[in-house]
């Protein structure tokens, strides 16, 4: 690449057809061409070799090109195709050498590089430059025929070409007036436009519809130097602001933005270098996608490293983040701004499309900090709705108004928050994420109600059974003909108590009567089951509660005193109240009695079970006749039953069987004081005893010593009496008594004889206070039963 003060080239295409790739990106960063948009134009020359066109463009340009050096003899200069910017002219003009026609170098082969290059030049310039010799125009065989042949034959195979401006340099120009020369050239090119061959869609076509003909005359550079540079001067004015309307420059249809320019001019020679026809249309869609998408990816990339996209993203992934849209919305649109900056001048088609993919892709990288977002959001609403729930239900506040209010201030505080999460780039949806807040708050709410909901049916069958439990447990255990009655009573009372509390209670959450009914019924059913459940423990207890009963009546009496077994009792009709009384207990905790039903369940009880005359009678028939041999009740369901029939009377027979020992402890009783209470010997042995025993009787009359002996042995015999509490002892029997009687005998012997001992051996007393002293001494030594024997005595 060369430069100069003002100007710089490059070779674009070399002598062997090669694209300088490296070159022209070297040459468009230099020269800034990508700063310049549509702002551009591309001037090409063609004609003969060594015609003076390298010459020509350094004048009429101000560009660099290698000239042909007239002294060492006509020879190719320009080899390929080179391409340099202008000095001085705007907008920015690119001025193309093509490689000269006819030269002898090629041989052979400059027909293909002649069409290849021209239909180069065509395709990308806006002015084309055909430089011929003066003495040429109006010749049959002038040089400029073949060229302009070559370039109306290219044009066929360019498809919907633009307009370009041909502009016809005439060089060395003689003293014939232009007036004169330009209708003569007109009409050459137009019969050289009329016998080269088209298609079919163009035989009719004008020449007019595919080139903007312009002619202009230039004077011998050698011979009239001065005059050339004044005409050179003139015509370069043509060239300022050639792209304005009405300028030099042809239409602007396809024109390639200036940064595609590369691209464009790369992939037209590939085409043509391929041999194939040159769509431009096609062509400028291809260069606007692959510019497009390059300048696409290049944003895309720019904005994963911009610092202040990950400075957000970082944000986001620590926590929520205030005015998120706000900050990405302008994030976003700084790097769309760029794309539309540097891709607005291609096809709006394209530019469109890559633009709206280039923003899918942005959208896709930043959705996630953006469902990030929103994830924060919805916890957050979350969390502020269970603190501000519950802390307004422990102030007391109605469930239903609290949830209904706080769920509402929740969803209105989440929308607005979701409204500044929101980018103005995307339409996403955040009604997802605002479903799954109101099913999460809804499922907390419904968490909350059956946790409250659970503890109120809690606090009111703890209250039913608190109670219900002891006191119907202690109905039960005293039963009598009013126990069901007092329990209905209670149970009626205290379930309406709960009832109304627990209605009261629940009339603050909001819920279907329906399902009010069904708690209130379920606390119902629990006071029921309290009662079901305390009557069946007391009926597993019926035979011990049965046995205490009777021992409780047996054995106290009316006045609840011990009773004392004198054998004056009716120890039969004592019993009979007993059994009377366990047998009522028994058919009170027979079957549950809630509702008003009668049942004849104690009478059944009572004739089958102590009316002997008809216990014997169904000893003959049981299976016929027995009340109790069955397993249910007339017309008592299953669900009330507590004890069966059958149950019932295994119970009494189990009963009887235990209560027959207490009732045969009585007889003993009574019968041992009985018999304790007639210890003397019947009047025809005391008769016996004076007829038989009148000689001895006598005797003692006869010798009164024998009498204190009797009395010494009668006191004696009153004291053992005494102290051995002989009717005590045979109160229970004759045989307990003697073996009680000999084990304490010696003992009591002994007692008495240390203690007339001891009387014998003391002092007299010397004054009243010391035989009180001497008194007490001797009332200590002696037990008890000895001082209630001397008061006997």
Request: aromatic share 8%.
């Amino acid at each position: 690449m060369d430069k100069s003060e003002g100007c710089c080239s490059v070779q674009l295409i070399d002598g062997d057809g090669i694209y300088n790739v490296s070159g022209i990106d070297h040459f468009i960063k230099d020269v800034k061409l990508a700063d310049c948009g549509l702002s551009y134009a591309v001037v090409s020359i063609m004609g003969p070799q060594s015609s003076g066109k390298s010459t020509l463009l350094n004048h009429l340009f101000g560009t660099n090109f290698m000239e042909m050096d007239a002294f060492k003899g006509r020879s190719q200069t320009t080899k390929g195709i080179w391409l340099a910017r202008c000095a001085g002219i705007e907008p920015c003009t690119l001025v193309m050498d093509l490689e000269g026609t006819d030269g002898r170098e090629r041989g052979e082969d400059d027909t293909a590089f002649e069409k290849q290059s021209a239909l180069f030049a065509l395709a990308i310039s806006d002015i084309v430059l055909i430089n011929m010799w003066c003495h040429d125009i109006g010749r049959e065989q002038a040089a400029n025929k073949p060229l302009l042949k070559t370039v109306f034959q290219v044009m066929m195979r360019l498809f919907s070409p633009r307009k370009t401006t041909m502009l016809f340099v005439i060089r060395d120009k003689t003293r014939t007036p232009l007036e004169n020369l330009e209708p003569v050239l007109r009409e050459d090119i137009q019969k050289i436009w009329d016998s080269v061959p088209k298609p079919e869609a163009h035989k009719e076509t004008p020449l007019s519809d595919f080139f903007n003909v312009e002619v202009v005359a230039l004077s011998s550079y050698e011979e009239k130097e001065e005059q050339f540079k004044e005409q050179i001067a003139s015509l370069r004015q043509r060239f300022m602001h050639s792209i304005a309307p009405g300028g030099l420059a042809g239409d602007r249809r396809g024109v390639i933005p200036a940064s595609g320019f590369a691209f464009s001019a790369d992939q037209i020679w590939r085409v043509i270098k391929e041999n194939k026809d040159l769509d431009l249309p096609a062509h400028k869609v291809m260069v606007a996608t692959v510019r497009c998408e390059e300048i696409a990816n290049e944003k895309f990339a720019h904005f994963i490293t911009n610092e202040d996209w990950r400075r957000l993203d970082e944000e986001v992934q620590a926590g929520p983040v205030s005015n998120f849209g706000k900050r990405l919305t302008t994030i976003l649109g700084s790097c769309l701004s760029e794309y539309d900056g540097e891709a607005t001048f291609f096809d709006e088609g394209v530019r469109s499309s890559k633009r709206q993919q280039l923003e899918e892709k942005l959208l896709q990288l930043v959705n996630p900090a953006f469902q990030d977002v929103l994830g924060h959001i919805r916890w957050g609403m979350l969390e502020k709705f269970k603190a501000s729930f519950d802390k307004a239900l422990g102030i007391g506040e109605g469930f239903s108004s609290a949830s209904q209010d706080w769920f509402k201030a929740c969803m209105t505080q989440f929308d607005e928050e979701c409204a500044g999460a929101i980018i103005e780039q995307a339409n996403w949806d955040t009604s997802k994420v605002r479903d799954k807040l109101v099913r999460d708050i809804e499922a907390h709410i419904s968490s909350v109600r059956t946790s409250k909901l659970s503890e109120l049916t809690s606090l009111y069958e703890s209250k039913v059974h608190e109670a219900l439990s002891e006191p119907v447990e202690a109905l039960l255990e005293g039963a009598n003909d009013e126990t069901w009655t007092t329990v209905k009573k209670l149970h009626r009372r205290e379930t309406e108590s709960a009832v109304s509390g627990l209605s009261s209670a629940l009339a603050g959450f909001d819920m279907e009567e329906e399902t009010r009914d069904r708690m209130v019924k379920s606390l119902q059913d629990y006071s029921r089951g309290v009662i079901e459940t305390k009557a069946k423990e007391e009926a597993g207890r019926v035979l011990m509660r049965m046995k205490e009963r009777f021992a409780t009546i047996f054995s106290h009496d009316s006045d609840s005193m011990p009773r004392v077994w004198t054998g004056k009792e009716d120890l039969r009709a004592i019993t009979k109240s007993a059994r009377s009384a366990s047998l009522k207990l028994l058919s009170v905790m027979a079957v549950i009695r809630l509702g008003d039903e009668p049942d004849n369940i104690e009478k059944t009880l009572n004739v089958a079970l102590l009316d002997s005359t008809k216990n014997e009678a169904s000893k003959k028939s049981i299976t016929t006749s027995d009340p109790l041999a069955s397993s249910t009740w007339d017309e008592i369901p299953s669900s009330r039953t507590l004890i069966t029939p059958v149950q019932c009377k295994s119970i009494w027979r189990q009963f009887k069987t235990e209560t027959e020992y207490t009732v045969t402890q009585a007889i003993s009783a009574q019968e041992a004081n009985r018999r304790g209470n007639n210890w003397l010997p019947p009047p025809w042995a005391i008769l016996a005893l004076i007829v038989l025993g009148f000689n001895e009787f006598m005797t003692l009359l006869r010798n009164p010593l024998y009498l204190g002996v009797i009395f010494v042995a009668f006191l004696l015999a009153k004291a053992l009496w005494t102290q051995l509490d002989i009717p005590g002892e045979f109160r229970n029997g004759a045989l307990p008594g003697l073996i009680s009687i000999s084990a304490k005998f010696v003992p009591t012997v002994m007692n008495l004889i240390k203690n007339l001992a001891a009387q014998g051996e003391a002092p007299p007393a010397a004054n009243p206070e010391n035989r009180r002293s001497s008194n007490n001494t001797s009332s200590s030594e002696n037990p008890p039963d000895q001082k209630s024997s001397s008061k006997e005595d």
